[in-house]
């Protein structure tokens, strides 16, 4: 294989500047995945014009679309396309180090503050708000999967959640269950025709 | 040594069947550390999804520090990281290699279709073991241990939600407040 003249140089500083930037969009952005691929595309493709808008689109697909947390999936997909190998590695680095250090401070701290009677006051208040919070979100979630008036989708909804809630059945079997009932009928659509499929 | 080897294969696992980001890695989280390995009581949890909630970075790296930190010390954090990402870093990968050699994205879109369903039902049942975990201060779920003061916060919260809209670190500690106020006062 030859280096092709257009990929760009792995040079220190370009992976410099690639840490940097998923370090800093991974400090300061509250509220999960969703938010940080907004962050990255403002960063890569408005000021440093590192990607193009469709491939970050792209990028935002595949990382949602693929196991692990978006965040670093966006990192390791932008990591790839600026730098190969090691800007992937210096991405990557960049979004997981600061939850690392934060999360471990508050570790410490949780283990003083627990049997502490104002903060488990909190906590307790807390802990119904962060099921409203969740609950929001499956609400929202939920109501899209019914839009789509799929009878599949929803019994699967529905059997997923008795499997899970009630009788506990473990979620990765879940998942697996599910990525399957997909391959299946993807099959089935082939079969029966495929101009009218999908 | 057998220790850090659990840490890594639990989250190892947390980030190969987390699709769907956001809360997907929830329930997976739950299952492992609650469920399989009891490294923290489902009232701890609770409290790690709100921590979570509150600081930046994605939930499962978040869950990693905090489960490995109290399990095995810095080494137990730094395993369950590594292990978390390291599905991503070799799938994600190979997904880079397919994208820039075919520019296909139908494929992938098409297995999202059944596993949205499936994903959201196991939000919706760790979000309801919360719940539960709320309504009832972790005890029995008869009458007796009913939490008013944490339903009507609930409530509160939930309507707040769906119909304003606001930011959800804001409602938690609204409720923390309220539920501070109420017990001092």
Redesign the interface.
Known sequence: MTKKPSLPPRDARLLWKLFVSTLVI?????????VIVNFMKRKYVDELHWITEQEMM?YI?????????????AS??VG??VAGFWG?LAA?LGT?L???V???V???M??LF?GNP?VS???????????????????T??R??LKQRSI???L??????IA??FF?V???Y??L???A???L??LLQRRRGHGSA? | MALLYKLFVSFFQVGLFSIGGGYAAMPLIQNQVVDTHAWLSLSEFADLVIIAEMTPGPIALNAASFVGIRVAGIPGALVATFGNVLPPMLIVSLLAFIYRKYREMNALKSVLGTLRPAVTALIASAGVSILMLALFGGGPRVMANFQWLEAALFAGAFLLLRVKKPNPILVMLLCGALSLAVGVL
Not at chain 1, 61 to 73: E, K, R, T
Not at chain 1, 121 to 139: N, T, Y
């Open positions: 991974s400090s300061f952005t509250f509220g999960g995945g969703y792209d697909a595949l990382s949602q679309s693929s196991p692990g947390p978006i965040a670093v999936n390791i997909l790839w396309h992937m990557v997981v600061p939850p690392l934060i999360l471990s508050i570790s410490y949780y283990s627990v104002y006051l909190v906590m307790r208040g807390m802990k119904a708000g962060v099921a409203a919070v969740i609950l929001d979100v499956v609400f979630m939920a899209r999967v599949v989708h929803t699967l909804m529905a059997g997923a959640f899970a809630f506990k473990n979620v990765m879940i998942i269950s599910a990525a009932a997909g391959l009928l993807a999908v």
